[in-house]
């Protein structure tokens, strides 16, 4: 059988130092939409926790990020911790990953521009 080798756009980013931690993204042109369609959904998770479900808020709120990065983020990001646990500073634990981790992110992305010979590949027939 014959492969098809080619280069895909991945990014890793290692959590808050520790080499053992490594998000490993793909990265779309759509990425930041995702994330934009998203914040509903993710609002409305964090209007309906209370003290009784916010475990199973937690993993919910952990899937919804996955699905935006079609990978597992969360484990290496929280480290087993609920995305609302709240740390230094007051803020909760997803505030605090997604500050440091978007503006990295939306650089990245910027590397993502399509050469004008490449567009054709995108025009509809």
Known sequence: MKSINFKKNFKEYVVNGDESKIIRV??????????????????????EINKD????MGRKYGEIINN?????ICTHA?????PFSVVDGGKLLV???FEAFIPILEEDM???KLRPEVQKYLEKS
């Open 95 to 97: 505030e605090a990953f």
């Open 78 to 82: 929280f480290d087993g911790e609920n």
């Open 110 to 112: 910027k590397s993502l």
């Open 53 to 56: 479900n916010i475990a199973r």
């Open 26 to 47: 793909k990265l779309s042109p759509d990425m930041l939409d995702k994330i934009d369609n998203t914040l509903s959904e993710i609002d409305k998770i964090r209007d």
């Open 68 to 72: 935006i990065f079609d990978t597992d």
